[in-house]
């Protein structure tokens, strides 16, 4: 199955949040989303919709969900030593990250 990277949409949204309580679900944490909630986080100065990604299925599935991380601070989230960005899936539908 191949997947298509995208921005991510409003309408992404609940796909989103289900990628995201999975990833939850397997850690054993008790953390749910909504598409309400997310869309609130990601309407703040903090955080823009505009920065996720979201990888789509042949099938229209949402697969995955990231962001590109391009501060220092976050290295262990995707970023070279030399500051280079690598877009990468922060949660899967198969296996979360």
Known sequence: ????????????LPGIATL?????????QPIAHSAEELAEEFD????SL??????????????AVGTPC???EMTSRGVTSSGACIPRPVA????PN
């Open 20 to 28: 995201l309580d999975a990833v939850w679900a397997d850690l054993d």
């Open 50 to 63: 505009a920065d996720v990604m979201v990888w789509e299925s042949d099938d229209g599935d949402l697969s």
């Open 44 to 47: 703040s100065t903090a955080t």
């Open 1 to 12: 199955m191949s997947a298509t990277r995208r921005s991510a949409e409003t309408s992404d």
């Open 70 to 72: 391009c501060s220092p």
């Open 92 to 95: 899967t539908a198969s296996a």
